[in-house]
């Protein structure tokens, strides 16, 4: 074993510690007023998360994948209906697709510069693979006969998908937009259309957010949120959380329990005030890693940030040819590295029955052999970073 100090791939002990008396004060104010669900902390830190997402309605609810599911049935999503999302993505987001009453998943492909949803293929999707049923008015898939209705993009690893675009095509296929902001608090993206910079989650119909520990703004234990401007729908969110009702024990429709506790919804609110930071922190972190890399000396492939994307680096993903032998490498000397996704998810056994086939996404598949995750979270240090690169360095030199 390497006596080499520590760098971990993520630091979850450090961002509590910082906070920790702010953060206990939480929980002894919900046991004093045994304010364990709903109350003042859910609904302060819904108003202070609307804000930060520049959305008019956010309604917390207990993960990102129940964000997800919550957003799809409140937009009547279900049975007979298909969402395209993409396979270079977290289960949770197909997952929380079958789980909306059984719809149905479509993939296309990415990107291969910013590994999110390539617009052109989800154009060449709708065109090819779908068509217009003019007697029932809507957009059919012409093998499954299924109604499409929805398109998820993922703004993975922190940054955005191209939104315009996206945007543009379901309007032309009248198709509704839900945001898969889990890994994106705080995440900007230029529009040209609107001429600004908008924020993650305020741009399609409704979004999810995550709120597990390892997120940008993480819980300490499960939440997750839905954000829109449509007032109907988040009213729909908010009775899907709590069993249908609006009104306790009048239930308009079955629904679940699926609410954010009042100690995660304080605990988050404190976070929230510090999320600024933290993003400022990961974004000079990634900048770090790009000038220690500059001269090209170390192999590996940089994310690529266009100039119409402000990410927030929920992770550093870089590609490398010879990825086990990499990991293997820093592993020895004690640095921690990940795999965001080994396998993409039309080739995973629980899509078997989804009919798709090894070569179906071919970007995806080439990525999801060369991506690593370098250390990323808002307390790594410049020194730190050093050691990250001068390792890879290190090895890089010694197999030329
Ligand atoms: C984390 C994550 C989810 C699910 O969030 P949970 O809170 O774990 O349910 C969904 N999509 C993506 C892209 C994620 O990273």
């Not at 052109?120 to 999707?125: D, G």
């Not at 600024?276 to 192999?299: H, I, N, S």
């Amino acid at each position: 074993m390497s006596s080499q100090p520590n760098i971990p791939f993520l630091d979850l002990v450090a961002p509590h510690a910082e906070l920790k008396a702010e953060l206990c004060e939480v929980f002894c104010k919900a046991l004093d007023t045994a304010g364990f669900i709903g109350g003042p902390m859910v609904q302060g830190f819904e108003t202070d998360f609307a804000r930060y997402c520049d959305t008019a309605y956010s309604i917390g609810v207990n993960s990102g994948t129940d964000a997800l599911r919550f957003a799809f049935i409140a937009a009547g999503i279900g049975a007979g209906d298909i969402v395209v999302t993409v396979p270079n993505t977290f289960i949770a987001t197909s997952e929380s697709i079958t789980q909306a009453g059984g719809a149905r998943i479509a993939f296309v492909d990415i990107d291969e510069a910013t590994y999110n949803m390539d617009p052109a293929k989800l154009q060449h999707y709708l065109e090819n693979e779908c068509e217009w049923n003019a007697v029932a008015g809507k957009l059919t898939e012409r093998k499954s006969g299924l109604r499409v209705r929805a398109i998820v993009p993922v703004h993975l690893y922190g940054q955005m998908a191209d939104m315009d675009a996206i945007l543009e095509i379901a309007d032309k296929f009248g198709l509704i937009v839900v945001e898969d902001a889990c890994q994106a608090h705080g995440a900007k993206y230029f529009s040209r259309k609107q001429n600004r910079w908008c924020t993650a989650g305020s741009m399609g119909t409704a979004a999810a957010f995550s709120f597990y520990p390892g997120k940008n703004l993480g819980a300490c234990g499960e939440g997750g949120a839905i954000t829109t401007n449509d007032e109907n729908l988040a009213k729909k969110c908010r009775m899907l959380r709590d069993h249908g009702q609006s009104q306790k024990y009048y239930h308009d429709v079955e629904g679940y329990n699926g609410r954010l506790d009042s100690i995660q919804a304080g605990i988050l609110g404190i976070k929230l005030k510090q999320l600024p930071k933290w993003t400022e922190q990961r974004q000079a972190a990634a900048a770090r890693y790009r000038e220690l890399c500059a001269d090209g000396a170390t192999g590996m492939g940089l994310p690529y940030e266009p100039e119409w994307s402000k990410a927030v680096y929920h992770l550093f993903v870089v590609r490398v040819p010879n990825r086990e032998e990499f990991m293997k490498n820093l592993s020895s000397v004690n640095i921690g590295t990940g795999i965001h996704y080994p396998i993409p998810l039309h080739l995973q056994n629980a899509y078997k029955g989804l009919g798709y086939k090894e070569g179906d996404f071919p970007i995806t598949e080439r990525v999801s052999k060369e991506i690593v995750s370098l250390p990323m979270f808002p307390q790594l240090t410049a020194g730190q970073q050093q050691r990250v690169v001068s390792e890879v360095m290190n090895f890089a030199t010694a197999a030329a």
